[in-house]
């Protein structure tokens, strides 16, 4: 199971920490990433950390603004946004699959496990 939580209301330029809390999972052999989805609009990839976190990827739009992190003495997964833009309103999704590569990769359809989402307001 996989819950987020963190969302919130923020102004351009601020900053919020979503949480995602991963249980049932051996944790430290799990990938898992962030996505997106804003009214209207398809689902998008966000970010991805490896089962030790030491590969992370983000997509053009949040690279330098977003962090991926993990503590997987916690079973926690964070994304750290700062710098927050209008155009990163949505509901963002926590998700991960069994992964023992130390890499990670961002296409939804490799996720096998997703959270209900936690929305995310970002006001000019």
């Known amino acids: 199971q996989i819950a987020e939580f963190g969302g919130g209301l923020a102004q351009a330029g601020g900053s919020l920490k979503l949480s995602c809390k991963g249980s049932g999972f051996i944790f430290d052999h799990t990938a898992f990433g962030w996505f997106r989805q804003a009214p209207g609009k398809e689902r998008e990839s966000v970010s991805c950390i490896s089962k030790g976190g030491g590969h992370r990827e983000y997509t053009d739009a949040v690279n330098g603004r977003f962090t991926v992190s993990r503590d997987n003495m916690r079973n926690m997964i964070y994304l750290q946004m700062d710098n927050l833009k209008p155009e990163d309103t949505g509901v963002y999704f926590c998700?991960?699959?069994?992964?023992?590569?130390?890499?990670?990769?961002?296409?939804?359809?490799?996720?096998?496990?997703w959270g209900q989402g936690t929305q995310v307001t970002v006001s000019s």
């Open positions: 998700a991960a699959y069994f992964n023992m590569n130390g890499n990670c990769v961002m296409t939804p359809w490799t996720f096998t496990s």
